[in-house]
T-cell receptor, first 113, second 111 residues
Framework: QKEVEQNSGPLSVPEGAIASLNCTYS??????FFWYRQYSGKSPELIMS????GDKEDGRFTAQLNKASQYVSLLIRDSQPSDSATYLC?????????????FGQGTRLTINP | DAGITQSPRHKVTETGTPVTLRCHQT?????MYWYRQDPGHGLRLIHY???????DKGEVSDGYSVSRSKTEDFLLTLESATSSQTSVYFC??????????FGSGTRLTVV
């Protein structure tokens, strides 16, 4: 079983709507969770981090974490065409004493004007 | 920017030749990582370092070696490049609770 799973999409959302991105992970001892945005040809850019159960809001972005269900999600409100990108879910755990970040395959999001 | 630079940005090399990619940070972070990114596979960890001369393998380490003789530099070497190593390579640093920051990437083509 892949450690971090995302629906690869593409996910198409009309401008102004809410985009919902989901991620599941397999390692119950995972400690930290991140969402990265990656534009084509660019490097991943951190947009949200979450460490405890519940919701975390930052502007138009809300990250949700449910450790019991091993589930992380990202909501983007009032979606804009500039939000069109690939969104990567990443989970950090301590493996053999070292902190490592494991990524899902990414979900390609397209916002339609 | 963000204190991490990769070089070169692009490279074309021939099968069987050695290649070294460089990652340089200016912020004295302990942890550094090399990832490769391929369509359909996302980002996969090649090697990582948790201090000077302290390195270990990631999930796709075959054919790669690394060295870290100074805190600021983490080198990735392809001992004998193969076409399967054509990829985009990203270096990352762990910035405590601020997550991981990535370099701009190196696009490597092995012909």
């Amino acid at each position: 079983q892949k450690e971090v799973e995302q629906n690869s999409g593409p996910l198409s959302v009309p401008e102004g709507a809410i985009a919902s991105l989901n991620c599941t992970y397999s390692d119950r001892v995972s400690q930290s969770f991140f969402w990265y945005r990656q534009y084509s040809g660019k490097s991943p850019e951190l947009i949200m981090s979450i460490y405890s159960n519940g919701d975390k809001e930052d502007g138009r972005f809300t990250a949700q974490l449910n450790k019991a269900s091993q589930y992380v999600s990202l909501l983007i409100r009032d979606s804009q065409p500039s939000d069109s990108a690939t969104y990567l879910c990443a989970v950090e755990g301590v493996i053999q004493g070292a902190q490592k970040l494991v990524f899902g395959q990414g979900t390609r999001l397209t916002i339609n004007p | 920017d963000a204190g991490i630079t990769q070089s070169p940005r692009h490279k074309v090399t021939e099968t069987g030749t050695p290649v070294t990619l460089r990652c340089h940070q200016t912020e004295n972070h302990r942890y550094m990582y090399w990832y490769r990114q391929d369509p359909g596979h996302g980002l996969r960890l090649i090697h990582y370092s948790y201090g000077v001369k302290d390195t270990d393998k990631g999930e796709v380490s075959d054919g790669y070696s690394v060295s870290r003789s100074k805190t600021e530099d983490f080198l990735l070497t392809l001992e004998s490049a193969t076409s399967s190593q054509t990829s985009v390579y990203f270096c990352a640093i762990r910035k405590n609770r601020d997550g991981y920051t990535f370099g701009s990437g190196t696009r490597l083509t092995v012909v």
